[in-house]
């Protein structure tokens, strides 16, 4: 569970930085203040909750990289439904 959180933190923080950067060495020497902040807000409520269950596949994904599942860990769905008796 914290693997998910941690890599939307990483991420969003990563989506706030680059709105911050572009917003202001797009307009330099006046930037557009107000602007600026209102695009950072939307980018911190929205980007994460948008990015949530794309950040929970890819912690999914390093798991089963990190540990790999061992033979006979893993059933195969159609299995409980299709046994022969």
Do not use: C, Q, Y
Request: charged share 10%; hydrophobic share 60%.
């Amino acid at each position: 569970m914290t693997g998910n959180v941690g890599i939307n933190t990483i991420v969003s923080f990563g989506m706030l930085m680059v709105v911050l950067f572009v917003g202001t060495f797009a307009f330099w020497p006046e930037p557009p203040i107000v602007a600026i902040v209102v695009a950072a807000a939307l980018v911190t409520v929205v980007f994460p909750v948008v990015f949530h269950p794309f950040s929970k596949t890819i912690w999914l994904a390093i798991d089963l990289l990190m540990r790999p599942p061992e033979p006979g860990e893993v059933r195969a769905p159609w299995a409980e439904r299709w046994r022969l008796s």
